[in-house]
């Protein structure tokens, strides 16, 4: 079956520590978007990519960084910048034109 | 600003019953409009999409409004099941031609199906 797969579910950072989060599609999409969601708030865009090397940040960048090596893979790495980095962090893939996104079962970070 | 903005933030209801989630927005210009199902600790899943010229649309049990002149849309539940315990996130999307990155994101209504 076709689908984005998140992982790990679970991902606990100690302080000063990068951690990747890894997010792989197998449903030929050419964009990929990487969401924080906290409780009590909609989603935000971290980055995002419409094709393989080339990415855009989003509304809250700072402290992320991503990479699109494949078209399959978009991961996100947090690095020891983000300050608060405790959250649910969604994937996203889209098809062209206005089809809908259709998400991942998201990564928790939470910090030790 | 471009806002979105969902009532009730939470609610109650019992197995069986009907309910009605609201989304009002401020978002322009206007492209189409997204509710999504999401499970806790799943990511959201699309139930429907409606363009400006939508007034209704169906998914089984699930049934979309949206009024372009008020900026306002609502989801119906039409006899709830417990598996319908999810938060209903209302997604509107800005006409930018083609980009990307113009979701406006409700916070959601987390609704709770009781026996």
């Known amino acids: 079956d076709g689908g984005i797969t998140q992982s790990p579910k679970y991902l606990f950072r100690k302080e000063g520590q990068n951690v990747t989060l890894s997010c792989e599609q197998n449903l030929n999409h050419d964009a990929m978007y990487w969401y924080r969601q906290d409780p009590g708030q909609g989603l935000r865009l971290i980055y995002y990519s419409q094709i393989v090397n080339d990415f855009q940040k989003g509304d809250i960048a700072e402290g992320y960084s991503v990479s699109r090596e494949k078209k399959e893979s978009f991961p996100l790495t947090v690095t020891s910048a983000q300050k608060n980095p405790t959250a649910f962090y969604l994937c996203a893939s889209k098809p062209g034109g206005w089809q809908p996104q259709h998400f991942g079962d998201g990564t928790r970070l939470s910090i030790l | 600003k471009n806002q979105v903005e969902q009532s009730p933030q939470s609610l109650i209801i019992l197995e069986g019953k009907n309910c009605t989630l609201q989304c009002n927005y401020t978002v322009s210009p206007f492209s189409n409009l997204r509710w999504y199902k999401q499970d806790t600790g799943r990511g959201p899943v699309s139930l429907t999409i409606?363009?400006?010229?939508?007034n209704t649309k169906s998914n089984g049990r699930y049934t979309a409004t949206l009024d372009a002149d008020t900026k306002q849309s609502s989801l119906h539940i039409t006899a709830s099941q417990l598996s319908d315990s999810a938060s209903y996130i209302c997604?509107?999307?800005?006409?930018?031609?083609?980009?990307?990155?113009?979701?406006?994101f409700g916070k959601g209504t987390k609704l709770s199906v009781k026996p």
């Open positions: 997604v509107v999307i800005r006409n930018y031609g083609g980009s990307q990155g113009n979701l406006i």
């Open positions: 409606m363009t400006f010229s939508e």
